[in-house]
């Protein structure tokens, strides 16, 4: 195998497989507007990404907060006044953290499914079977679940923001003498609408990449239960790498507007 071949691989994507991606998001997109008269089969999937990712999300969310107030007290301690605590949870988990681990739980749970889910329809040709009949797989499959992305993951990351400075805040004033007060004054004063936006667009294009990560590997399968592992495995690798890497790109573009306004 050529080391080329063995990156690939390993990361779950292969720059021979952009074009593809592309076709399959341009056909996703042009579907949107039908797709959307089917409304059980987009609220389904809404069901499945927001509501059955929630009780992980939380989860995550509660000790991301708490983890994220330890270490900034630490990191103020003989330098920082605590009362700005608050201030640095909030945009940090509301700017960065909230949406970006959000995306990475929900992407290895949702991305994994949908993979399975549409690489076990292509193993058993029922994918096939809808062209038969003359049913567009994409409308079927690929645009619900797309809408259904990036309309819940904003929704997700709002409530684990929400959670995750709820999660700072107990561990604030248990363990570090803060008052309420102080902390949610420091977050009042200092957290913008421009963070909290910021925040709510990279959720926007991270569940696009989800939906099209896990959809796009699902419908390329192939070589029966093994290649759906194969697929469901490059789904959540090839995920949580372009999360990361869009990340940096949106936060280079955010931030450069904020600074350049």
């Known amino acids: ?108 749970r949702v991305g994994a499914s949908i993979a399975a889910e549409l690489g076990t329809m292509k193993v058993t040709e029922q994918i096939e079977a809808m062209e038969t009949l003359a049913v567009d797989p994409v409308r079927y499959l690929v645009s619900p679940r797309l809408i259904a992305a990036v309309v819940m993951l904003p929704v997700i990351t709002v409530f684990s923001d929400f959670i995750a400075i709820m999660g700072g805040y107990a561990v604030a004033y248990t363990g570090l003498d803060i008052n309420s007060d102080m902390y949610f004054s420091s977050i009042r004063d200092h957290l913008s609408s421009g963070d909290v936006l910021s925040g709510l667009v990279k959720a926007f294009f991270f569940g696009g990449i989800i939906a099209m990560m896990g959809c796009y590997h699902g419908m390329k399968t192939r070589g029966g239960a093994e290649g759906v592992g194969i697929a469901t495995t490059k789904a959540v690798v090839s995920s949580c790498l372009l999360i990361l890497v869009t990340d940096y790109i949106l936060a280079s573009l955010l931030f450069s507007a904020v600074f350049a306004g």
């Open 1 to 108: 195998m050529r080391p080329s071949e063995y990156l690939a691989g390993s990361i779950g994507f292969s720059i021979s497989e952009v074009g593809g991606v592309f076709i399959l998001f341009v056909a996703a997109v042009r579907q949107i507007p039908r797709a959307i008269k089917q409304k059980h089969l987009v609220l389904e999937q809404m069901q499945r990404i927001g509501i059955g990712s929630l009780p992980l999300v939380l989860v995550t969310s509660v000790f991301t907060g708490g983890v994220s107030a330890v270490q900034a007290a630490y990191q103020f301690q003989n330098y920082v006044p605590l009362r700005y605590l608050g201030m640095v949870i909030g945009k940090s988990v509301v700017i960065e953290l909230g949406p970006v681990l959000t995306a990475l739980v929900v992407g290895g």
